[in-house]
């Protein structure tokens, strides 16, 4: 399979505790893009990488989350003292040089916080 | 403030049947909106893109407009089948970046 993935697909965890997602995407895609969607909402952008440079960064993403992409490949997003409002659907989508900025989402991680 | 909103927020209809999504978006500098559909608990799928200069593009029974004067677009869905039940998402691309609607949520009943 060539498409984004995303690990795990889901995650339960207690409020405090800390978690991180992983993100593959598409292997000559050099942008990423890490969205949060709530029930019943559209996805809502978080941040975006071109190769390993992180270029822009919502106000959503608060000082507890934090996103790397180390050497340009996957990416990973890492939520620190967890609270039951991050509770979500975290999407990642990749996108190639040029073209018609089309973006490839991945399946999501689920992430309940207890 | 860049904004997508799309109506109804939800819609039931029976299989074989015809809808019609709607999108209205007031996005700048506007670069191109497409049509995503998400299955439930998966990530959006790309169904249709148009830049400023299309007002129409089809993929298979889906049918997207654009009238880039009054800013809307349109997402109608011809003989409906079970497998459309899915949130059908309007997004509207300014400046590499992606605004998205709330999203139709889309129920075809048998």
């Known amino acids: 399979d060539t498409g984004v993935s995303q690990n795990p697909r889901h995650k339960i965890t207690k409020r405090g505790q800390n978690v991180t997602f992983r993100c593959d995407p598409i292997?000559?895609?050099?942008?990423l893009y890490w969205y949060r969607q709530t029930l019943g909402q559209g996805p809502e952008f978080l941040t975006y990488?071109?190769?390993?440079?992180?270029?822009?960064k919502s106000r959503l993403l608060s000082d507890r989350f934090s996103a790397e992409r180390p050497k340009g490949s996957f990416s990973t997003l890492e939520i620190q003292r967890t609270e039951q409002g991050d509770s979500a659907m975290y999407l990642c989508a990749s996108r190639g040089p040029g073209g018609r900025d089309e973006q490839y989402f991945g399946p999501g991680t689920r992430l309940t916080v207890t | 403030k860049n904004q997508v909103e799309q109506s109804p927020q939800s819609l039931i209809i029976l299989e074989g049947k015809n809808c019609t999504l709607q999108?209205?978006?007031?996005?700048?500098?506007?670069?191109?909106l497409r049509w995503y559909k998400q299955d439930t608990g998966r990530g959006p799928v790309s169904l249709t893109i148009?830049?400023?200069?299309?007002n129409t593009k089809s993929n298979g029974r889906y049918t997207a407009t654009l009238d880039a004067d009054t800013k809307q677009s349109s997402l109608h869905i011809t003989a409906s089948q079970l497998s459309d039940s899915a949130s059908y998402i309007c997004v509207v691309s300014a400046s590499n970046m992606l605004t998205f609607g709330g999203g139709t949520r889309l129920m075809v009943k048998p």
């Open positions: 292997s000559e895609h050099n942008r």
């Open positions: 148009m830049t400023f200069s299309e």
């Open positions: 990488f071109q190769n390993e440079a992180q270029l822009e």
């Open positions: 999108c209205n978006y007031t996005v700048s500098p506007f670069s191109n």
